[in-house]
């Protein structure tokens, strides 16, 4: 089993909907979950980081962590063109010296 | 990423020759990484390093060593090129837990 999985994609959705990006985890250490969005041809850039278990709102998108079911999401509001990227999921333990990426969602958002 | 560069951008090189990708960042952060891309597989780690005097292997270093010249500046290299080797290739760096940030990448390709 990886250490990290998230659904492979590819996802395709009409402009304004509301898409939801699943990532799930083994390791119990992990603290810290992030999400990272690469466009084509691009390094991968943070969109967000949460804490610990709870929820956190930026704008359009809500990161959500369940420590206790291992299993992160990313919801995105009211999608856009522009949402269209590849999705990762991260997470890292308390000391940063085990930080692992998901694999990555594929996003289409279509106009 | 500015803050993060990578050079080549771009490089095509044959079966058994030695080739070294340069990372330098502005961030003045401490801790530095290399990671490859395939598709489908994700981001996964080759080396990182937390300060100059302190080196260690990732999840797929077989094949790959680096060198951490100065806090700024992290090379990998490819000893001996093989095609398996051909993939996207970037550097990160960190100053925390929880975030990296990534630079451009560079297309490796190894006939």
């Known amino acids: 089993q990886k250490e990290v999985e998230q659904d492979p994609g590819p996802l395709s959705v009409p402009e304004g909907a509301i898409v939801s990006l699943n990532c799930t985890y083994s390791?119990?250490?992990?603290?810290?979950f992030m999400w990272y969005r690469q466009y084509s041809r691009k390094g991968p850039e943070l969109l967000m980081y949460?804490?610990?278990?709870g929820n956190k709102e930026d704008g359009r998108f809500t990161a959500q962590v369940d420590k206790s079911s291992k299993y992160i999401s990313l919801f995105i509001r009211d999608s856009q063109p522009s949402d269209s990227a590849t999705y990762l999921c991260a997470m890292s333990d308390n000391y940063g010296q085990n930080f692992v990426f998901g694999p990555g969602t594929r996003l289409s958002v279509l106009p | 990423d500015a803050d993060v560069t990578q050079t080549p951008r771009n490089r095509i090189t044959k079966t058994g020759k030695r080739i070294m990708l340069e990372c330098s960042q502005t961030?003045?952060?401490?801790?530095m990484y290399w990671y490859r891309q395939d598709p489908g597989l994700g981001l996964q780690l080759i080396y990182y390093s937390f300060d100059v005097k302190d080196i260690n292997k990732g999840e797929i270093s077989d094949g790959y060593s680096v060198s951490r010249q100065a806090q700024a500046k992290f090379s990998l290299s490819l000893e001996s090129a093989i095609p398996n080797q051909t993939a996207l290739y970037f550097c990160?760096?960190?100053?925390?837990?929880?975030?990296?940030?990534f630079g451009p990448g560079t297309r490796l390709l190894v006939l």
């Open positions: 961030k003045g952060h401490d801790r």
């Open positions: 390791n119990s250490a992990f603290q810290y």
């Open positions: 990160a760096t960190s100053d925390s837990k929880e975030t990296q940030y």
């Open positions: 949460t804490y610990s278990s």
